[in-house]
């Protein structure tokens, strides 16, 4: 029998997380043992402390045993946390030490939404895709500039380690996960049962873009605040570099190493999510959104808007605006 190990971290642990994960694990092998076949798994979910308090003292959890226990499990599975980021990795040392002990020992190792911060606190993520809750991007990439972020992605799964986006999206990961370790029926079973979406490959259209600003580059700040307060305008990026009389390769590495984002990809950033609040809160037609935010070609906008969103400007309308699809 193979093992999974569901860890809680020290602090505010996030319980849906925790018991969403394990309601699917158990759910995966129910459904194994119900088609005639062994049970897979022994799921277990373990901490360091013998009680952790969550979301403010309003639920107290007893994980099933210590993490101390646990000589060898095939799979760690690093349930969210909410709050001090910076301070959770430090009340966490002995779990993020077990996690790096586990992968070396050959267990595979999953983190749901802000689980990420511990799992990069090991150092296994560094030089590796990872994704999370869109929310903490900034905080993320200052506290782990060696690891690749890609908050657009819901999942990633690189050298048997896997991360998701924010939030619920966790769920999707638990039915990736039943689908590897299981098989796809199973999965989908689950899917059902549960009712979450398979397949899901993206969170880009949960996505509410501010750019980073606590990086410090006055220079940088000035130009994204020209980029967004002159939405309306075609802003060429030769045009902005010039403006802080700088060249434009320059200009470029400067931009990234701040944001995270080359200047094209925030002016188009703004300019989409400036478009998404349009299309969430007007009755103006598609065509006047796009020459609000600045675009004159309809196959442009809808080409960008779709790279951002991962879907059209008609149909992110009518997912998100009851009124004006009315």
């Not at 995966?28 to 049970?39: P, S």
């Not at 296994?124 to 895709?129: F, I, N, R, T, V």
């Not at 880009?204 to 220079?219: L, P, R, V």
């Amino acid at each position: 029998m193979k093992h999974i190990t569901i860890v809680v971290p020290d602090g505010s642990a996030n319980v849906s997380s925790i018991l969403g994960s394990y309601k699917i694990l158990n759910g995966a092998n129910e459904y194994w043992k119900a088609n005639g076949r062994k049970e897979v798994f022994k799921i277990v979910v373990a901490g360091s402390s013998e009680h952790v308090e969550c979301h403010d003292g309003l639920v107290t959890l007893k994980p099933h045993t210590n993490i101390a226990a646990i000589a060898k499990t095939d799979l760690v599975i690093i349930a969210a946390r909410s709050g001090n980021y910076k301070k959770a990795v430090k009340c966490n040392g002995t779990l993020i030490d077990w996690v790096t002990e586990q992968y070396k020992n050959g267990a595979e190792v999953a983190s749901l939404c802000t689980g990420a911060f511990l799992l990069a606190s090991t150092g296994l993520l560094d030089g590796k895709s990872c994704s999370t809750h869109w929310i903490v991007t900034d905080s993320f990439r200052e506290m782990f500039p060696k690891v690749h972020l890609q908050t657009d992605k819901l999942i990633t799964d690189e050298h048997g380690i896997y991360t998701n986006g924010g939030a619920y999206s966790f769920l999707n990961l638990l039915i990736y996960l039943v689908e590897k370790y299981f098989d796809r029926q199973t999965a989908i079973y689950c899917s059902k049962f549960f009712q979450v979406e398979m397949d899901r490959q993206s969170q880009s259209a949960f996505i509410i873009f501010k750019g980073q600003k606590q990086h410090g580059d006055e220079m940088v700040i000035e130009a994204q605040s020209y980029i967004e307060n002159n939405i309306r305008e075609k802003i060429s990026v030769e045009n902005l570099s010039a403006r802080f009389a700088i060249g434009r390769r320059h200009f470029d590495r400067r931009f990234i190493r701040a944001t995270g984002n080359t200047p094209l990809e925030y002016l188009q950033r703004v300019k989409i999510e400036s478009a998404k609040r349009e299309l969430e809160t007007s009755r103006k037609t598609i065509n006047e959104v796009m020459y609000d935010v600045g675009y004159s070609d309809v196959k442009a906008f809808r080409d960008v808007f779709r790279k951002i969103t991962g879907m059209s400007p008609l149909e992110y309308r009518g997912r998100y605006n009851k009124e004006a699809v009315g």
